[in-house]
């Protein structure tokens, strides 16, 4: 552990510990570790034949968490880095009385965007991914280009936020007063090009 009242981001030797009682951030290191899933238990392994026993719980553990949350029939799909990132995105949604159809931790990729694309068939406006604090994929954001996806991603949850409510002002806009030609539209770095059919 870092030592007390020092910043992590600065070399310091670490302080070892055997066991930590109450909250405490950690430094972990290891293998693999980006296919760790942030926000969730750590189980450890003292014999080899402990390993699949502690993936099946940690597969379950991760599954009971995603499966809590209460999806809708129609809305947007949520992407975000960490568990607790997306509980908290999806808190603020619910508060702002936007539905999500389906949720995700990590990259965006081409399952996600067909899995949101679904919405195309029912509504558009909700045909959009919400990404926060994830990367896209390259295949992923052109799969979306081609078929009619919106991905909005940011590191900040008003930003996201605002760029989707823009998204769906021009969306209504459009549906309400299809003679009219809206050509650009730009909100901070959202770029739209809509043509509206007479």
């Given at each position: 552990m870092?030592?007390?009242l ?7 030797a670490?302080v070892?510990?055997?066991?930590i009682i109450?909250s ?5 290191t ?5 296919k760790t899933?942030a ?6 392994a003292?014999?080899?034949?402990e ?19 209460k ?6 799909y ?9 509980e908290?995105l999806?808190a603020?949604?619910?508060q702002?009385k936007?539905p999500y159809?389906?949720?995700n ?8 965007v ?5 919405m195309?068939?029912h509504d558009?406006q ?8 994830v990367k ?7 799969i979306a280009d ?12 008003y ?9 769906r ?6 549906h ?5 030609e809206i050509?650009f539209?730009?909100?901070?770095t959202v770029k739209l090009?809509v043509?509206?059919?007479?």
């Amino acid at each position: 552990m870092p030592q007390p009242l020092r910043e992590l981001r600065v070399k310091n030797a670490y302080v070892n510990h055997k066991a930590i009682i109450a909250s405490q951030g950690v430094k972990i290191t290891g293998k693999d570790l980006e296919k760790t899933l942030a926000g969730t238990p750590i189980f450890v392994a003292k014999k080899p034949d402990e390993i699949e026993v502690l993936k099946d719980e940690a597969s379950k553990v991760v599954s009971s968490m995603l499966s809590a949350i209460k999806l809708q029939e129609r809305g947007v799909y949520v992407q975000a880095s960490t568990l607790g990132s997306l509980e908290a995105l999806l808190a603020f949604l619910k508060q702002s009385k936007i539905p999500y159809c389906g949720v995700n931790i990590g990259p965006v990729h081409k399952r996600d965007v067909m899995k949101a694309s679904v919405m195309l068939e029912h509504d558009s406006q909700w045909a959009v991914i919400l990404a926060f604090d994830v990367k896209v994929e390259r295949e992923a954001q052109e799969i979306a280009d081609n078929v009619g996806v919106k991905i909005f991603t940011a590191d900040i949850i008003y930003h996201l936020f605002d760029n989707f409510l823009l998204h769906r002002k021009v969306h209504t806009h459009i549906h309400t007063h299809t003679r009219k030609e809206i050509t650009f539209l730009k909100l901070k770095t959202v770029k739209l090009l809509v043509f509206c059919i007479h």
